[in-house]
Nanobody, 129 residues
Framework: QVQFVESGGGLVQPGGSLRLSCLVS????????IGWFRQAPGKEREGITC????????YYTDSVKGRFTISRDNAKNTVWLQMNDLKPEDTGVYYC??????????????????????WGEGTQVTVSS
């Protein structure tokens, strides 16, 4: 079974940066659409960014636009989330997610569970002074 393992989380001060990684034990190339989801304390998990390789489309939720960047390298079987200018409201558990079939990037982020094939276990990000 293919596993997705996130790393790179931790405690960071407001305004700081973190780079999350998601290493896939199988072939990342088998997954057309990938994304990062976040579950803040006391809230439901939400899709914050998703990207669909075949069409080259990427979605960012408004709260992270201009600050977060998703990327992937199939040769390294790795997905990244670069997070800059972090804010306390970015605190939460971050999950990488993937779907084998092509999907509209925004739809993947908004529909979440119902369209995702694989999830990572999550990594904690805490933004606090």
């Amino acid at each position: 079974q293919v596993q997705f393992v996130e790393s790179g989380g931790g405690l960071v001060q407001p305004g700081g940066s973190l780079r999350l990684s998601c290493l896939v034990s199988g072939l990342l190339a088998d997954y057309s659409a990938i994304g990062w989801f976040r579950q803040a304390p006391g809230k439901e998990r939400e899709g914050i960014t998703c990207t669909n390789s075949p069409y080259g489309t990427t979605y960012y939720t408004d709260s992270v636009k201009g600050r977060f960047t998703i990327s992937r390298d199939n040769a390294k079987n790795t997905v990244w989330l670069q997070m800059n200018d972090l804010k306390p409201e970015d605190t939460g558990v971050y999950y990488c997610a993937a779907r084998r079939e092509s999907a509209n990037a925004e739809a993947m982020c908004l529909l979440g569970e119902s369209v995702i094939d694989s999830w990572g276990e999550g990594t904690q990000v805490t933004v606090s002074s």
